[in-house]
């Protein structure tokens, strides 16, 4: 597995890595604890050293299965996030300092350990970060030895820039094949402030695997019923068809193809894989294949006109 520096923190974590949204039961529909800590162990024995968590993820049980691991992985790199407050119904966003601290300590029992290397605000809005209490808060849980690196778990690109105008050292935000002019927009920033990016939903919630038919049908609790559209859904899987001319020579799938887009970006620290499975995780690092020529470069100058022709802007 071929490593990256996450952005001036001195880490250097592996270029794919996992999340544990999925894993967790409340997305796509219930995983067994067992079959998820399965999947975290065997991408660490494939080589990924950057686990992805919140303590929001299977209401903490995702952070205690990470803790598990690292009792016996203990130099894993965990990225963790705080501000989601689930005592309420429905559950409501909070960057309190005092909310942030209980949350920092919960994080850091659940998982084992006396330092979170890296501790993401989880999808603050652009005055949650430049109100300062946030982010202080952060600086003096670092400055206390209870975080080492902080930043924000962004949604889109104004998030991302001032979370970058605070300080902050690791940004996470969406990036894929669809989804890419947030992180182009905000390369000239993130290059001036160094900050490590991992992109996640590199697939698009599944859509960039290209295996859905126009008819299909996601099983209750799927939050992809509540994210498109019947008519939104079959107008991305009509987009897809531009795209499928990099499935070619060493490229076998579209979904390869997706994960080697996010890794061509130099600024990308690790690409978050959400895999559920062991089969899809194996699948899908076989697929990135031995870099580091991801894709041909003429297949990367082509894809912004390709893509503008079916309304997607890069």
């Known amino acids: 597995m071929r490593k990256r520096p996450l952005g001036k923190t001195g880490l250097v974590v592996s270029e794919l890595s996992i999340g544990t949204w ?38 903490g049980r995702m952070e205690k299965l990470v803790g598990r ?52 605000l989880h999808h603050p809005t652009p005055d949650a970060i430049y109100l300062g209490e946030a982010t202080e808060a952060l600086a003096g849980l670092k400055k206390d030895g209870k975080i080492a ?16 105008d ?6 996470e935000l969406p990036y894929n094949l669809v989804q890419s002019l947030d992180l182009h927009r905000l390369s000239g920033d993130i290059m001036v402030a160094g900050c490590g990016v991992l992109a996640r939903s590199v697939l698009a919630y599944g859509l960039l695997a290209g295996m859905w038919s126009k008819d299909k049908q996601f099983p209750e609790g799927d939050h992809r019923n509540d994210r498109w559209t019947r008519m939104e859904l079959e107008h991305r899987l009509g987009q897809l ?12 799938t579209l979904r390869g193809a997706a994960v080697r887009f996010v890794l ?21 690092v076989r697929e990135t294949g031995g870099g580091p020529r991801y894709l041909p470069d003429d297949d990367l100058r082509q894809l912004p006109r390709t893509l503008d022709r079916v309304g997607i802007r890069t």
């Open 22 to 59: 999925g894993l967790g039961g409340e997305a796509y529909g219930k995983v067994d604890d067992a079959d998820a800590e399965r999947v975290v162990r065997r991408a660490i024995d494939i080589g990924v050293n950057l686990i992805d968590t919140a303590d929001a993820y299977g209401g």
């Open 69 to 120: 691991v690292l009792a016996d992985h203990p130099d894993l790199v965990v990225v963790t996030k705080g501000g989601v407050d689930r005592t309420t119904d429905p559950a409501r966003k909070c960057f309190a300092a005092d909310y942030l601290a209980t949350s920092v300590e919960r994080s850091l029992k659940r998982l084992g350990i006396s330092t979170l290397p890296v501790f993401l």
């Open 149 to 164: 690196h902080w930043g924000v778990c962004a949604g889109d690109e104004d998030v991302a820039r001032a979370a970058i």
């Open 166 to 171: 605070k300080g902050a050292e690791v940004i």
């Open 241 to 252: 068809d531009a795209i499928r001319f990099l499935v070619k020579g060493d490229v076998h």
């Open 264 to 284: 061509a970006n130099h600024l990308v620290s690790s690409a978050v894989l959400g895999a559920r499975t062991v089969e899809q995780l194996e699948q899908l």
